[in-house]
Antibody, heavy 121, light 110 residues
Framework: EVQLVESGGGLVQPGRSLRLSCAAS????????MHWVRQAPGKGLDWVSS????????GYADSVKGRFTISRDSAKNSLYLQMDSLRAEDTALYYC??????????????WGRGTLVTVSS | QSALTQPASVSGSPGQSITISCTGT?????????VSWYQQHPNKAPKLMIY???KRPSGVSNRFSGSKSGNTASLTISGLQAEDEADYYC??????????FGGGTKLTVL
């Protein structure tokens, strides 16, 4: 089955770290760019980061640059998001998404169900 | 990185057509033919409806169409149906490996 399954979310205190994972199956993971997109409760979609097929091109939203790190492991068909120095405004449902292409220009044709991150003391 | 601008809400009756606009700048929507549109029903993951401005993924109804003029992209839904009621988001590549989403538009089918 073609799917993405996120994990690693939870309740974390401000300033602490969390690592999200996304397990991909049913397609050739190495052929596509991948994205993280978040959605705060009751709010709209917010692009966080993307990584192209071979990790040679990576982008971040200004709001997370310097705090979050995206990576991928082809041997494990997995995408990751290391989140450091977390803030209350990072509270959101975090979606993993597969781009239609290797480059990753924002056409996300497969989404996971999301993992909830809550930053609160 | 500023979000793309969408109307907060639009509405239409069954069978009618509606259009949702998405305004960016000459650095994103106006520069790249890389606008996509997503449909999101409550408590569900988004679904890709249009990519590269006007292309439909397999399985998406031809009632959905996309276009662009200058810095503004548009999504048109014709023959409105009750199941089209959802939130719609535009998205554009913005260069330097960055992507922007619009604020979202709530479509109500009257």
């Amino acid at each position: 089955e073609v799917q993405l399954v996120e994990s690693g979310g939870g309740l974390v205190q401000p300033g602490r770290s969390l690592r999200l994972s996304c397990a991909a199956s049913g397609f050739t993971f190495d052929d596509y760019a991948m994205h993280w997109v978040r959605q705060a409760p009751g709010k709209g979609l917010d692009w966080v980061s993307s990584i192209n097929w071979n990790s040679g091109a990576i982008g971040y939203a200004d709001s997370v640059k310097g705090r979050f790190t995206i990576s991928r492991d082809s041997a494990k068909n997995s995408l990751y998001l290391q989140m450091d120095s977390l803030r209350a405004e990072d509270t959101a449902l975090y979606y993993c998404g597969k781009d239609q292409a290797m480059g990753g220009h924002g056409s996300i044709d497969l989404w996971g169900r999301g993992t909830l991150v809550t930053v609160s003391s | 990185q500023s979000a793309l601008t969408q109307p907060a809400s639009v509405s239409g009756s069954p069978g009618q057509s509606i259009t949702i606009s998405c305004t960016g700048t000459s650095s994103d929507v106006g520069y790249y033919d890389l606008v996509s549109w997503y449909q999101q029903h409550p408590n569900k993951a988004p679904k890709l409806m249009i990519y590269e401005g006007s292309k439909r993924p397999s399985g998406v109804s031809n009632r959905f169409s996309g276009s662009k003029s200058g810095n503004t992209a548009s999504l048109t839904i014709s023959g409105l149906q009750a199941e089209d009621e959802a939130d719609y988001y535009c998205c554009s590549y913005a260069g330097s490996r960055t992507v922007l989403f619009g604020g979202g538009t709530k479509l109500t089918v009257l």
